[in-house]
């Protein structure tokens, strides 16, 4: 694995470990996030994976972009896996397979709003709009931040 990605994902926290080693790699993810456990961490090495093994690419270019524009690699790697994660509960719920082409579209999405930017919004267009929905709620606000309804 390239030093870029060994950095994003573990820090310096590597030693003596192989990162291209999956069980290597998954006691260094628990390491570097101590407080991540069952599915949450197990959901983090999966997309630690599909940066390590590049597949899918996607992953690792958006990582890049998002650690580019300024945000801590935790974050980025935890919107990722927040993504990931939401694409697997959405194709459980439907009962039907993975799509990792609707995952990796998802991806185009992030990084997502910070929640200090987005409760103000909130209360913005309630107090301009008694008696909305809580769904056009949702589609005002994202409206203001400029991403789409779908969102």
């Known amino acids: ?3 870029a990605k060994v950095q994003f994902l573990f820090g310096d926290a590597v030693g003596d470990a192989d990162p291209d080693d999956p069980e290597d790699r998954a006691a260094l993810l628990e390491a570097a996030n101590p407080d991540l456990t069952g599915n949450d961490l197990m959901t983090q090495e999966v997309v630690a994976t599909q940066i390590a093994e590049d597949r899918p690419p996607e992953v690792w270019q958006v990582a890049r972009r998002m650690l580019g524009s300024g945000l801590p690699s935790a974050d980025v790697l935890g919107q990722i896996t927040f993504a990931f994660g ?9 009962g039907v397979a993975f799509d990792e082409d609707a995952y990796v579209a998802s991806l185009a999405f992030l990084p997502l709003p910070q929640p200090a930017g987005v409760g103000p919004l909130i ?3 309630v107090r301009g709009q008694p008696g909305i929905s809580g769904e056009d ?12 309804g779908e969102d």
């Open 86 to 94: 939401h694409a697997v509960r959405s194709a459980a719920q439907a």
């Open 1 to 3: 694995m390239d030093a």
């Open 137 to 148: 709620i949702d589609f005002e606000v994202l409206d203001r931040l400029g991403r789409p």
């Open 123 to 125: 209360i913005e267009v």
